[in-house]
């Protein structure tokens, strides 16, 4: 009898626990200009805020893991959304939605004032990048760190990028249907995670997969994100001065690049230290989608990247 009173007090005393509760992220939707756009949200809203910024293809949900042991060990506000089109957000076809990263931005802008998130670190993977870029630029003094993962603004990571020559500058200087086709084609191919004839080489895990793929074969959305890419080309005529803007800001800097990204490779990493001498660079032995492929080892960086910097992110 007293050892099962025990059994259900320490049962108790875990399940109501702060970092109990904090490790528990909730789930909703947030209306911002007539969108609904999903959203995973933890921890104290009164703590520092961290903001996530997804990359493509996926969604918040890379960032669940991360966000959970964050909010279990720190005392930290974390919140992610899915822009339109991916993840559980509403995909508007691409008639009455922009699919720009200017437009990406201002609704990712007009979320957090609706959200009341005024002052806050930033998270940044892929699009994530250039789509935070754009909020630190408009508003630099809302923002209290910086950590990037896998996100470039600048060539050095971007080797398919470099020759001003190549199908990809070119595609961005006058659209080529051949480019939106092969997309979509392959788009179309992806197939549901299986035992046999499926591959995860960049570690997404089946989860993530099914999520993305369900997303990205709705009606119009692979449309949308041609017109996503096709913009892309704003974002490196943008590096310059995304580069000044960050030599001006005088905030903690993290990067974190898994060196297996053959997309974006780890001079992307290195080139931070160029502008930010203050960065702090990890190069993990990990995937374009780090937070997914190793979790514990980027929540434990952050973790301790938190503890040493939190009274600059209370300012």
Same mark, same amino acid.
């Given at each position: 009898?007293?050892?099962?009173?025990?059994?259900?007090?320490? *049962?108790?005393?875990?399940?109501?626990?702060? $970092?109990?509760?904090?490790?528990?992220?909730? &789930?909703?939707?947030?209306?911002?200009?007539?969108?609904?756009?999903?959203?995973?949200?933890?921890? !104290? /809203?009164?703590?520092?805020?961290?903001?996530?910024?997804?990359?493509?293809? *996926?969604?918040?949900?890379?960032?669940?893991?991360?966000?959970?042991?964050? $909010?279990?060990?720190? %005392?930290?506000?974390?919140?992610?959304?899915?822009?339109?089109?991916?993840?559980?957000?509403?995909?508007?076809?691409?008639?009455?939605?922009?699919?720009?990263?200017?437009?990406?931005? &201002?609704?990712?802008?007009?979320?957090?004032?609706?959200?009341?998130?005024?002052?806050?670190?930033?998270?940044?993977?892929?699009?994530?990048? %250039?789509?935070?870029?754009?909020?630190?630029?408009?508003?630099?003094?809302?923002?209290?760190?910086?950590?990037?993962? !896998?996100?470039?603004?600048?060539?050095? +990571?971007?080797?398919?990028?470099?020759?001003?020559?190549?199908?990809?500058?070119?595609?961005?200087?006058?659209?080529?249907? $051949?480019?939106?086709?092969?997309?979509?084609?392959?788009?179309?191919?992806?197939?549901?995670?299986?035992?046999?004839?499926?591959?995860? &080489?960049?570690?997404?895990?089946?989860?993530?997969?099914?999520?993305?793929?369900?997303?990205?074969?709705?009606? +119009?959305?692979?449309?949308?994100? !041609?017109?996503?890419?096709?913009?892309?080309?704003? !974002?490196?005529?943008?590096? %310059?001065?995304?580069?000044?803007?960050?030599?001006?800001?005088?905030?903690?800097?993290?990067?974190?690049?898994?060196?297996?990204?053959?997309?974006?490779?780890? /001079?992307?990493?290195?080139?931070?230290?160029?502008?930010?001498?203050?960065?702090?660079?990890?190069?993990?032995?990990?995937?374009?989608?780090?937070?997914?492929?190793?979790?514990?080892?980027?929540?434990?960086?952050?973790?301790?990247?938190?503890?040493?910097?939190?009274?600059?992110?209370?300012?």
């Amino acid at each position: 009898m007293i050892y099962r009173w025990l059994l259900c007090l320490a *049962l108790a005393v875990a399940f109501f626990s702060p $970092a109990t509760r904090a490790a528990s992220l909730h &789930e909703g939707w947030q209306e911002v200009d007539g969108l609904h756009l999903f959203y995973r949200e933890g921890g !104290n /809203p009164k703590a520092p805020t961290i903001v996530f910024l997804h990359g493509n293809p *996926l969604s918040s949900i890379m960032y669940a893991r991360v966000m959970e042991e964050l $909010a279990a060990s720190q %005392p930290v506000h974390v919140i992610a959304m899915d822009y339109p089109s991916f993840g559980y957000s509403d995909a508007p076809d691409h008639t009455s939605y922009r699919y720009t990263f200017d437009h990406l931005a &201002e609704t990712v802008s007009h979320f957090l004032k609706l959200r009341g998130i005024e002052r806050y670190a930033l998270y940044m993977q892929d699009y994530g990048a %250039p789509v935070g870029f754009r909020l630190i630029s408009a508003n630099p003094r809302a923002i209290t760190a910086i950590m990037v993962q !896998n996100g470039v603004i600048h060539l050095d +990571g971007f080797p398919t990028a470099q020759d001003p020559d190549g199908e990809l500058r070119r595609h961005w200087l006058q659209r080529n249907p $051949a480019v939106d086709a092969r997309r979509t084609a392959y788009i179309h191919a992806l197939s549901f995670p299986q035992a046999e004839h499926w591959s995860d &080489e960049d570690h997404a895990g089946a989860d993530a997969t099914v999520q993305m793929i369900a997303a990205f074969q709705r009606p +119009g959305v692979i449309e949308a994100r !041609n017109d996503l890419w096709f913009d892309y080309g704003s !974002n490196v005529a943008r590096y %310059p001065a995304w580069q000044a803007r960050l030599r001006s800001l005088h905030v903690p800097v993290l990067v974190l690049w898994g060196k297996q990204d053959m997309f974006f490779t780890t /001079p992307g990493a290195e080139a931070y230290r160029r502008d930010a001498p203050q960065a702090e660079v990890h190069i993990l032995d990990s995937t374009h989608f780090a937070t997914l492929d190793a979790p514990d080892q980027v929540a434990a960086l952050l973790g301790d990247f938190f503890r040493r910097h939190h009274d600059e992110l209370r300012r």
